[in-house]
């Protein structure tokens, strides 16, 4: 007891003497979340408030930004960080929910850190705090012990106190006793990384896409038989990553899932996204400037309804384990990676078949290049370029990978680029106290009404303009491959990673 600060023991007596209060239904989220847990956490060492006044990169708390999608939070409450890298998540709810005894916010939690590689996450309203093991894949139909590694209730908070703080005290997580904590509580059964849990559906949704697509449509290639495959899929992640991030209208694939002729209605929901994102992803018309033919194929083929729905509805909560909209683009890079190890090959009576690539057979299968490796080579590679540069000199750099694969080189470079072009915009802004503009392209004079290049959101925090990223990915960013499916994983890793931290609003501005 003597190593619990007082502020907590005020608030366990506080809670106490008033909890038939703050256990009425009225009494909300917002409420709790104020005058209980965040004076919790300050007292175990975290910057709730950010007094230190870091840039949003480096807060040691991040409250995620709330996107309401069909009446849901699309995003944590809380997010811990050291040194800009995610630690754990914390949802809460007010205290009139059972945790304990309810499934919903342990299910809701669990999608979060499952979706971002967090080994672990916490729950709480304060009366209760759990803590839960966000390996183990979720599902709708788990009781709320599922993954359930600690369980405390607020009396006991001062008697477990030293507990508590070894692993969630900020300095615990400095020390590395969280990551130690989070080894040692890992699971022997029943956890699984993400990437290969989507490995598994996409390997899935390939074979039955495949069937149906052979069977409805006889006059198909091998090669346009895969084509079509890659595309539906890659379409449909694409839009369901833009609904959880409240880029698309949420709900517009579920729609479809009402009535017949669902693949037809499913190309006019392409069409519409062709118009919006002018991207090869969505490429049905001729248009000028564009090196690749359209996409004439895939809108005249034939699918089964009920297989399209099926895909449709294991994309949607609550069959879905995962939450799109904190699914980092790199475990789509390195489950597309062991994807692309295999193809479609058609037997003589038209049927389709999955096997390995002849090439993959031979190296004995697919290695991808770890995300540290990634980050230490383009640091010591894009990084040394950029030195002492301005961005109409990082203009004139190309950055090209000629063996591109599923692109985790070019997504690290492409990164790299732009947290280097934000950090400088906003040291210029610091001095010259005016927003900085876009650079103009090489021999082009600087209009007038040149577009800025960073913007402010809600929260104050400055974010490079669309307009600005797609600047700097069209003008820098080069890849090639043999495997033309692979550098279509690519380009919509590419393109998902433009669109990251945008909605409605920053895109229509």
Known sequence: ?????????????????????????????????????????????????????????????????????????????????????????????????????????????????????????????????????????????????????????????????????????????????????????????????????????????????ARSFALGNSQLTARELNYAVQMTID??????????????????LQALLNGTRVYPRLVEVYRRADERYNSGLFHFTAQKGYTSAPDVLTPTLNLDDKILK????????????????????????????????????????????????????????????????VAYIVKHTVGKLLEDNAPKDVAQIRILDPACGSGSFLLGAYQYLLDWHLDWYKRKMERTGSIPTIPPPKGKRKRKSEPHAIFQGRNGDWFLSTAEKKRILLNNIHGVDIDQQAVEVTKLSLLLKVLENENQDTLAR
């Open 1 to 209: 007891m003597s190593n619990v600060p007082q502020s907590v023991l005020d608030l366990i007596e506080k809670f106490d003497r008033n909890i038939h209060e703050y256990k009425n239904p009225k009494y909300n989220e917002t409420q709790i979340r104020v005058e209980f847990v965040n004076p919790f956490f300050k007292a175990l060492g975290w910057d709730v408030d950010n007094k230190a006044g870091y840039a949003l990169a480096y807060r040691d708390v991040f409250h995620e930004d709330e996107v309401k999608v069909a009446g849901a939070t699309k995003a944590p409450d809380y997010s811990f960080r050291i040194g800009g890298t995610r630690k754990f998540f914390l949802e809460t709810k007010k205290p009139s929910v059972n945790l304990k005894a309810d499934p919903a916010p342990a299910f809701q939690l669990r999608r979060y850190g499952y979706s971002t590689r967090l080994p672990i996450s916490v729950l709480t309203n304060f009366e209760e705090f759990i803590v839960y093991d966000c390996r183990i894949k979720p599902s709708i139909r788990d009781k709320p012990s599922a993954g359930r590694i600690k369980y405390y209730t607020f009396r006991e908070y001062a008697d477990q106190w030293d507990e508590i703080s070894s692993v969630f005290h900020r300095e615990a997580v400095l020390r590395g006793s969280f990551d130690k904590y989070a080894q040692d509580t890992k699971g022997k059964r029943g956890t699984a990384e993400i990437d290969k849990d989507f490995l598994a559906d996409l390997d899935e949704w390939r074979l039955v896409l």
């Open 235 to 252: 379409r449909l992640i694409f839009l369901r990553m833009c609904e959880d991030r409240g880029i698309e209208q949420y709900g517009q």
């Open 310 to 373: 099926t895909i449709v509805k294991n994309v949607y909560y609550p069959e879905c384990p995962y939450e799109f909209s904190m699914l980092p683009v790199e475990v789509l890079g390195n489950a597309y990676e062991q994807f692309l190890g295999k193809t479609i090959r058609l037997t003589a009576g038209h049927q389709a078949k999955i096997e390995e690539k002849p090439e993959v057979r031979k190296a004995g299968g697919v290695y991808y290049t770890p995300e540290y490796i």
